[in-house]
């Protein structure tokens, strides 16, 4: 099966420096890239729709100059959190849309999440 | 290892009828358990969250039950509707220590309900 890998898994970091995550598809392209957010005791919440060579899409109430997002390739996107508080420490995980031949297929793969902790 | 899976994987039923999906995780030390639903090309939109001391949550007209010890969890769908066409995902959530989470879809349940 297709396989998506975040970079890095787990990241700890002082409060007002930037952390990058990466997400990559391994074995397939992808145009479309979700970026999604969980913190303890609440649901996954998508955070940003990622287009590869455009814009990302934001969802109401996340911040685009706080979460920058990068859809560099049609294999990398990158979440950057600048300027990173104690209140961003939470589980980041990406999607990576797949489209068969034909579009037949029309299905998302997850990374593994990468938590932040900001001290 | 973790793993869940969702059965069955496509299921059609006409409009108005109730159902129910079903999902099955290997590990019941989960920490939470997740329902989502997607549609082609979005995002996963979150439809109920169970947290592992709960027995079942309620959203109009979805309720969601859980039970660790047997590792399964089921989504009723009350009076289904041709707007309800989607795939239904489910994923626990595990608290792997030191601050570490892993979080494991099933692979989906595609559902379409005819008009």
């Known amino acids: 099966g297709a396989v998506v890998s975040q970079h890095p898994s787990w990241v700890i970091c002082k409060s007002g420096t930037s952390v990058k995550i990466e997400c990559r598809s391994l074995d397939f392209q992808a145009t479309t890239m979700f970026w999604y957010r969980q913190f303890p005791k609440q649901s996954l919440m998508l955070m940003a729709t990622?287009?590869?060579?455009?814009?990302?899409?934001?969802e109401q109430g996340v911040e685009k100059d706080k979460f920058l997002i990068n859809h560099a390739s049609l294999t990398l996107s990158t979440l950057t959190v600048t300027s990173a508080h104690p209140e961003d420490s939470s589980f980041y995980i990406c999607?990576?849309?797949?489209?068969?031949?034909?579009?037949?297929?029309?299905?998302?793969?997850f990374g593994p999440g990468t938590r932040l902790t900001v001290l | 290892k973790q793993e869940v899976t969702q059965i069955p994987a496509a299921l059609s039923v006409p409009e108005g009828e109730n159902l129910v999906l079903n999902c099955s995780f290997t590990d019941s030390a989960i920490y939470n358990l997740q329902w989502f639903r997607q549609d082609p090309g979005k995002g996963l939109t979150s439809l109920l969250l169970?947290?592992?001391?709960?027995r079942e949550q309620t959203s109009g007209r979805l309720n969601a039950s859980l039970d660790k010890s047997s590792g399964r969890s089921t989504l009723y769908i009350a009076a289904s509707q041709p707007g309800d066409s989607a795939t239904y995902l489910c994923?626990?959530?595990?608290?792997?220590?030191?601050?570490?989470?892993?979080?494991?879809f099933g692979k989906g349940t595609k559902l379409s309900v005819i008009p």
């Open positions: 999607s990576a849309r797949f489209l068969g031949a034909g579009g037949t297929t029309d299905t998302q793969y």
């Open positions: 994923a626990v959530l595990i608290y792997s220590g030191a601050g570490s989470y892993q979080l494991t």
């Open positions: 990622s287009n590869e060579g455009s814009k990302a899409t934001y």
């Open positions: 169970i947290q592992s001391s709960q």
